[in-house]
């Protein structure tokens, strides 16, 4: 594999993030064959409904990475304004800084080449704790979370539950 | 991955008494590449990244990547200050992280051997205990002092050392060699002749300091301004806007600056961005490679970025975690039709070769085949009617090709309601008279790969194909011939 300036940022993170990695956070590549595909454990913040839950999730980086950021996945079934249905992350750091329809977004959110892995997972982690219903990816779980936060933190702790085979 | 690169990183000195060189570190790296400063280049709001880095991005998006302020690459300056820094940094860590090792190493001997010490050696327990004001740093020094290895004895003679620097930087001792210093300059000389000295030493000063000017200028001019007036300094290349340029233009341009200038307008594009990020960044170096060696660069991104990127084009069959099972059962009823086809064209080669052949040679070929199932005999008797028409050969073939029944029906589904325009119905009831009216088809089914040799070369249009107006399923009047092998042959 040739050495390319992405997989050797990747190579750095990965270092960084064995050896000094943040609490609740573990993630690495799947295989050392390919660098360009992680996976990710989350632990559910204290205090929230997801705390105690530990969360997978996917992490598929672009060959132009760190020009742009890498997609995010959960593989497990989450209940959450901002996360699809089918897994897929929304959150501001993940969206590169050119395309913004919306404008609901402030560009110093935003994806820049000095965004990093661990700052990923650490925004997905206050995310859970606090969602954002401006732009749900969810929009059944965003009403809930408005309207009826009990129904919608049960929901959360029964996936928790189910999560970790309870 | 270890082998072709040793990756350093600031969390290095972590767990080392030194950790909070880390933070040292982390200020020395570039935010993109993670990596030591290479040609650091300050940004008009004040931010350092690597020449490449910086560029690489500005060409992306046009904003700094620490602030997102607007920037362009032709603002960027050099930041020699940073990269002494860095150079001196990056010279001195392997040694320094040898050292801090070391002493943690140490560190952890030791509380092994106080603990030892305190059962075996009673006497420097006890001094330990009676000098409590000691710094732990000698009572240190001291209990390494009675283990003799050398590694010990090394770490010692480097704390004297570094004591011996201390001493020298706080009392600044006067040598004692008689002289004393003047008191403008400092110079050392005899005491009779400080006075005669004082009356020159101002304008000596002055004269020197002119004297050190021109050297340092002098030396900056050689520095930083040599490789600009050497006659074959490279020039930075200008950007290009592409949008309106031709393909033909970007391509000739491309050519004459000796990369490669094959693909499409936008890869094109991008090949002449990395390839002035490249070139530019090293106009920017102190240290200029060659060309050659930028191409090489250049066609690693071609590898990785690039045209010759393999990944999308490799199908997930090629990688390594291929998840072989679960791929074979879900296409397992193309496979199926496939192998049928395979054996079916087989077969009919055979035929065409051995066009009169003998029932003992077929009834060979079915028994390679292995025995006829149920359905293999019931549609043996099923199709008897329609079999007349055949030879007793062709009934073999079509025995012989009855083992994928499954696969068969479903191609012949498919033809049916191509031909009828009509979905067939998968109803119990339409099950018999389905294998019935397939097993009449199922010779036939096998020819149909034969159609097309029908009309070799045949440039007809899909729209009036003649699979559809000549019967589809007609027996061939002439002996088959495969084309693909003839042609393959040729």
């Known amino acids: ?166 | 991955m270890d082998k072709n690169f040793e990756i350093t990183d600031s969390t290095d000195w972590l767990d080392t008494p030194l950790s909070s060189f880390s933070v040292l570190e982390t200020a020395l790296r570039c935010q993109v590449c993670k990596d030591f400063f290479d040609t650091p280049m300050i940004t008009s709001c004040s931010h350092t990244f690597c020449s490449l880095c910086i560029r690489r991005c500005l060409a992306s998006d046009g904003k700094c990547p620490a602030c997102r302020a607007s920037d362009d690459a032709s603002k960027l300056r050099r930041n020699w200050t940073v990269q002494e820094v860095v150079d001196g940094f990056s010279g001195a860590r392997p040694q320094a992280l040898e050292l801090a090792r070391k002493e943690s190493e140490e560190k952890e001997d030791q509380g092994k051997g106080r603990r030892k010490l305190k059962r075996k050696i009673v006497d420097t327990d006890l001094e330990e205990h009676t000098s409590p004001r000691r710094s732990q740093r000698t009572t240190r020094s001291q209990a390494s002092r009675t283990e003799v290895t050398p590694a010990h004895a090394e770490a010692i003679s480097i704390e004297d050392s570094d004591a011996t620097a201390e001493e020298s930087e706080d009392e600044q001792p006067e040598p004692d060699d008689g002289l004393v210093p003047c008191p403008m300059c400092s110079k050392r000389m005899k005491e009779e002749s400080v006075f005669v000295h004082l009356d020159r030493c101002e304008e000596e000063q002055k004269q020197d300091k002119k004297r050190a000017a021109q050297v340092r200028l002098s030396e900056t001019r050689s520095a930083h301004t040599l490789p600009q007036h050497n006659s074959t300094a490279p020039q930075r290349l200008p950007q290009l806007n592409y949008s309106i340029l031709k393909d033909i233009a970007l391509r000739k341009k491309l050519q004459e600056l000796g990369i490669p200038a094959w693909g499409p307008k936008q890869l094109l594009a991008r090949r002449h961005t990395e390839w002035i990020n490249l070139w530019n960044s090293n106009c920017d170096s102190s240290r200029p490679r060659k060309k050659s060696e930028l191409l090489r660069e250049l066609d690693q991104w071609e590898r990785s970025q690039g045209g010759h990127t393999r990944d999308s084009a490799i199908p997930s069959v090629m990688r390594k975690d291929f998840d072989g099972k679960s791929w074979a059962q879900d296409n397992s009823d193309q496979f199926q039709s496939l192998i049928a086809a395979a054996r079916a064209k087989r077969n009919q080669k055979k035929e065409g070769q051995e066009s009169k052949d003998t029932n003992g040679d077929t009834e060979m070929l079915e028994t390679r085949t292995g025995p006829p199932n149920a359905a293999n005999t019931e549609t043996a008797t099923n199709s008897d009617d329609s079999k007349i028409a055949h030879d007793a050969d062709e009934a073999a073939v079509v025995s012989r090709v009855i083992p994928d029944v499954q696969a068969l029906s479903s191609i012949r589904n498919k033809v049916q309601a191509a031909n009828d325009g009509v979905l067939v119905q998968e109803t119990p009831e339409d099950a018999s008279t389905r294998i019935l009216s397939l097993n009449g088809n199922s010779d036939q089914s096998q020819q149909m790969t034969s159609v097309p040799s029908l009309h070799p070369g045949s440039s007809e249009s899909l729209g009036m194909s003649p699979v559809k107006k000549i019967p589809m399923f007609a027996i061939p009047e002439e002996p088959v011939k495969d084309i693909e092998t003839e042609q393959a042959a040729q």
């Not at chain 1, 997905?124 to 969602?131: I, Q, T």
Request: charged share 25%; glycine share 6%.
């Open chain 1, 1 to 166: 594999m040739a050495t390319s300036v992405a997989s050797k940022r990747l190579f750095h993170e990965y270092r960084t993030l064995t050896t000094d990695p943040p609490d609740g956070i573990t993630a690495g590549p799947l295989s050392e064959d390919d660098l360009f595909t992680w996976e990710a454990l989350i632990s559910g913040p204290a205090d929230t409904p997801f705390e105690g839950g530990i969360f997978p999730a996917t992490l598929v980086f672009p060959k132009d990475y760190p020009l742009a950021p890498p997609t995010m996945r959960f593989t497990c079934d989450i209940w959450h304004p901002n996360v699809y249905p089918n897994g897929a992350v929304c959150i501001s750091i993940l969206h590169p800084p050119g395309d913004d329809p919306m404008m609901y977004e402030k560009a110093s959110e935003r994806w820049s080449p000095i965004q990093s892995v661990e700052k990923i997972l650490i925004s997905v982690m206050s995310m859970l704790a606090e969602p954002n219903d401006e732009s749900p990816a969810n929009v059944d779980a965003a009403r809930m979370w408005r309207e009826r936060r009990d129904e919608y933190e049960r929901i959360v702790r029964d996936g928790v539950r189910k999560g970790l085979g309870l």
